[in-house]
């Protein structure tokens, strides 16, 4: 499987930003997907999480700012960054879990850079 960012960029504080994520190589249905960031010197850190069944959870830091959800083809998501804030700058990383018996497995896309200027 590969995970693939997009759409990351440079933006002044108070602007948007949209990043999409693509799982391909597996005909199955992702089980989550979900997006963190790791900003320099910090630990990587959850951001927002989307699962199966449509249930999505968001960091404190970003609630009511963020919005994750699906995308237009299968095993994408989206997430849409509004009101964006210098302490959003990080490199944002997708996580996509699937299920390959006997277990959960994870697998991670090489990041997009996000910053935003004040």
């Known amino acids: 499987v590969q995970v693939v960012e997009s759409g990351g960029g440079l933006v002044q504080a108070g602007g948007s930003l949209r990043l999409s994520c693509a799982a391909s190589g597996t005909s199955f249905s992702f089980a989550k997907m979900a997006w963190f960031r790791q900003a320099p010197g910090n630990q990587r850190e959850l951001v927002a999480v989307?699962?199966?069944?449509?249930?999505?959870n968001y960091a404190d830091s970003v609630k009511g700012r963020f919005t994750i959800s699906r995308g237009d083809g299968k095993n994408t998501v989206v997430l849409q960054m509004n009101s964006l804030k210098p302490e959003d700058t990080a490199v944002y990383y997708c996580?996509?879990?699937?299920?390959?018996?006997?277990?959960?497995?994870?697998?991670w896309g090489q990041g997009t850079q996000v910053t935003v200027s004040s």
């Open positions: 996580k996509s879990q699937f299920l390959e018996l006997p277990g959960m497995v994870d697998y």
């Open positions: 989307l699962t199966s069944g449509g249930t999505t």
